[in-house]
């Protein structure tokens, strides 16, 4: 759907963004990750010609977005929707007439104008909202109507500029179904740019992690947040008071074992006693997966290793003193 | 003394009203260039934008009384005569108009450009981002400083006026001022004070209406 060749772009002589590669397959659901500044929204923009680029290549459906002229970056405009942080709605129009505004750009006819948006109301849970003025609105009531505007010329692609992160956490949660929802229904390509860790967990099936107009980490979010990849671990890490004596491990639950119970099986199987410092549960995509840092003192470290050998549970060595210089110092 | 305040009134009306309306057209007009080519523009064009930049700021650095003088040939050529209340409207509107472009591209460059970015996002031309977007989102902004454009050209009314225009600040310096009719004069401050609470006034109302 869209393939990124050794992109650069520059900015008024800086650099913005070095030598990325990577593509976006049809139907995913692609996050670009990094702090603010990274050149995330910068990136996101070249995809739709609203940002050019000096290096390298951006193909869209098939498209070069560089060598496109007026008329062609309009079209491919058309087929790529857009959803904001600010929403970026017309502050003087209700809700209908900010959803009818592409269609009328389009210049559709006006039964179908008003055909299509009734049925992207209905999709966003909008309609008794209709005649609204846009200022009357809650945030994430803001972001639906831009959403169903973005869908309003039945894009191939969702570009998704920090959607969420004007939103509170629960309205957070709303809108990531409703994108999921969405993306599972029309088969809808999305790309989501966010520095929101929950985001990306809940929705993203692969993610870049952009620093400094970098790639750092380019995988399935699973496994870039299971195996704790070393760039991604620097931009989420909690901090875990971990004891200065024993050793911690961290132990990782892939999908098929999260259920199980391992760890109080383990202690009943090796009868070992181990202080659990810290953990997590968390939803990635629809599955649960987790972590759970353990301290074990250093007699029975060797068993409980082997342990987790023989039962493949994916485990990590955490080094201590890091983390203790930090907690103690 | 009421009947000359009548007839004056209805003569700076006049003069307000047509000039106020040929400014606007012509000050919104000048303004799109200004906003497509400044340098937040849609198509930026530094070169366009200082030429632009620079004209506008010419014409109004003349003081109105030198241009209207300076303009008295064009205004021949157009309004036939030279002198009277049809005639003012001429350097009035001319005075106007590079400041309501520069009033107007004040009140556009305050629509969020998130808004104007949605619009090229799905494809719109930049003839629609400006019609269809910036324009209607700028609306009250732009009734609000047209007023300020009215109750201007009311002052440079009263300047016109002076050479021949007719009008209440004809009217206060001519048969007030010089022949010591106090109560005309003050009778024509009044009118105009009046006259500008209105301007004002309807200005503010009709934002609050529109936003």
Known sequence: ???????????????????????????????????????????????????????????????????LDGKELKTLRRDIGMIFQNFNLMGRRNVFENVAFPLQVWRRPKAETEERVAELLELTGLTDKRFERIQNLSGGQKQRVGIARALALNPK???????????????????????????????????????????????????????????????????????????????????????????????????????????????????????????????????????LIINVPDESLEKVLRYLREHNLHREILDDERHVGERTG | ???????????????????????????????????????????????????????????????????????????????????????????????????????????????DPGVVEAARAFGASDARIIFSVMFPEALPSVVLNIAVLAVTLLGYSAMAGAVGGGGLGALAYNEGYIRFKADVMLGAVAVLIVIVQCIQSGGNYLYGKLR
């Open chain 1, 1 to 67: 759907m869209i393939t990124v060749r050794n992109l650069e772009k520059q900015y008024s002589g800086r650099t913005v963004l070095h030598d990325l590669s990577f593509s976006v397959d049809a139907g995913e659901i692609f996050g670009i990750v990094g702090r603010s500044g990274a050149g995330k929204s910068t990136l996101l923009r070249c995809f739709n010609g609203l940002e050019s680029y000096q290096g390298g290549s951006v193909r869209v459906m098939g498209k070069e977005v560089s060598t």
């Open chain 2, 1 to 111: 003394m009421s009947g000359m305040l009548v007839s004056a009134l209805g003569e700076t009306m006049f003069m307000v009203l047509v000039s106020t309306f040929f400014s606007a057209l012509g000050g919104c007009t000048l303004a799109v260039p200004m906003i497509l080519a400044g340098p937040a523009g849609l198509r930026p064009n530094a070169k366009l934008y200082a030429v632009l930049d620079i004209s506008v700021n010419l014409l109004r650095s003349f003081p109105f009384m030198i241009l209207m003088i300076a303009l008295i040939p064009f205004t021949r050529l157009v309004a036939g005569v030279a002198y009277g209340s049809t005639a003012a409207v001429v350097p009035l509107t001319i005075a106007a108009i590079p400041f309501t472009a520069r009033l107007v591209e004040g009140s556009l460059l305050e629509v």
């Open chain 1, 157 to 291: 692609i969702l570009l998704c500029d920090e959607a969420t992160s004007a939103l509170d956490p629960e309205t957070t949660l709303t809108i990531l179904d409703l994108l999921q929802d969405i993306n599972a229904r029309f088969n809808l390509t999305m790309v989501v740019v966010t520095h929101q860790m929950e985001v990306v967990k809940r929705i993203c099936g692969r993610l870049l992690l952009l620093d400094k107009g970098r790639g750092l980490s380019l995988g399935r979010t699973e496994d870039l947040f299971l195996f704790s990849e070393k760039n991604l671990k620097n931009f989420t890490e909690e901090d875990y008071a971990l004891l200065p004596s024993g050793t911690n491990i961290r132990i990782m639950f892939p999908r098929d074992i999260a259920r199980q119970a391992v760890i109080t099986a383990m202690a009943r199987e090796l009868d070992v006693d181990f202080v659990i410092v810290g953990g997590r549960l968390e939803r990635y995509l629809d599955k649960v997966l987790g972590f």
